[in-house]
């Protein structure tokens, strides 16, 4: 069935823009996003191994996913820490529109893998925990929620982050992709390109939402497992968002109402306002200044070479100079 978006009155979110929607009659609520030119943006300052920026990428869009629900300004910051090849990704979402994100690698590693053709993001990842924080400004608590990463993929860590501190029925699908180009005198283009789709259970009644316990990994033997069986709104939602195709996330032709359509049409899919996204680092010279005048002057003398300071911020580059 085909799509006219300008017969419904529908503007396209374009790219770099997270559309949320309900299904109203399944009882779901989710978020839909296909980034462009702002994930180009933050992998082509970086010189990561293809794996890395892969990685990275996934990454970035759970976070607008997850950052763009914010109902107040805030921050969200998602975070790996671990003893894989890639010990730690950093993504930082500042409400209502601002990304940024880095990763710390052993090259050595990562490129063994990529020699062997396992630089998979489960293996680049390997044993450790992520982190998902909340801060809701200078007065207010912070949030944090932990989840071990034991060789699992991103979509599999946000399942168990809301299964496990939320207690929401989640299904998540991301995807990364590249095209490429070829411009007349040069070689072939990369340009990066991704997109992700999150779905959630939330009925009215709580009871509706009931899962099974989670194992305490202690019972005693012959212990009877306990299993809560899902509601029918659920399984059918969670099937649908299954069957979303990593093209269909990654071609910057297929626009995220055209997938919702395609997922709920026969349901019903409302669309809210889209949240524009940015590439936005918030380091200053000011901030850096503040930072620096924390340190003794034996270690100021440490940092200086020819007269100088040059501080590099690790997520948008940008170099900062200071005289001693």
């Known amino acids: ?26 009882d779901v609520r989710g978020r839909a996003v296909a980034l462009g030119p702002v994930l180009q943006t933050i992998l082509g300052r970086h010189d990561y191994p293809e794996p890395v920026s892969r990685l990275l990428a996934e990454a970035i869009v759970l976070t607008c996913l997850l950052g763009t629900s914010l109902k107040f300004d805030g921050r969200f910051t998602l975070q790996t820490q671990t003893q894989g090849p890639v010990s730690m ?9 601002a990304i940024r994100a880095c990763a710390t690698y052993d090259a050595e590693r990562v490129e063994a893998l990529m020699e062997a053709g396992k630089a998979t993001p489960e293996a680049l990842l390997g044993h ?29 860590v946000a399942r168990r982050y809301f299964e496990r501190s939320e207690q929401i029925p989640t299904e998540v699908r991301l995807a990364v992709g590249e095209l490429f180009t070829r411009q007349e005198g040069e070689g072939p283009h990369r340009t990066w390109t991704a997109g992700g789709v999150v779905v959630q259970f939330l009925p ?45 996330l990654t071609d ?29 680092c918030r380091c200053s010279r000011e901030k850096i200044e503040g930072v620096l005048a924390g340190f003794s002057a034996e270690e100021i003398e440490q940092m200086t070479i020819d007269g100088k300071i040059v501080v590099t911020c690790e997520f948008c580059s940008t170099k900062y100079e200071f005289d001693d």
């Open 204 to 248: 009215e009644s709580p009871e509706r939402m009931r899962q099974a316990d989670l194992d305490p990994g202690d019972a005693p033997e012959g212990t009877e497992i306990h299993e809560v069986e899902e509601d029918d709104a659920w399984v059918e939602a969670k099937l649908l968002v299954e069957t979303v195709k990593d093209v269909e």
């Open 89 to 97: 990704l950093v993504v930082d979402f500042a409400s209502p529109d």
């Open 252 to 280: 910057p032709e297929v626009s995220v109402e055209m997938l919702l359509f395609r997922l709920f049409h026969e349901r019903g899919v409302r669309l809210f306002e889209p949240q524009p996204l940015l590439d936005k």
């Open 1 to 26: 069935m085909a799509l006219n978006l300008d017969e419904l009155g529908i503007t396209p979110a374009g790219l770099d823009a997270v559309r949320p929607f309900a299904v109203e009659t399944l």
């Open 128 to 156: 450790g925990h992520l982190a998902m924080t909340i801060d809701q400004g200078q007065h207010m608590q912070r949030y944090q929620g932990l989840v071990e990463l034991d060789g699992v993929s991103l979509e599999e």
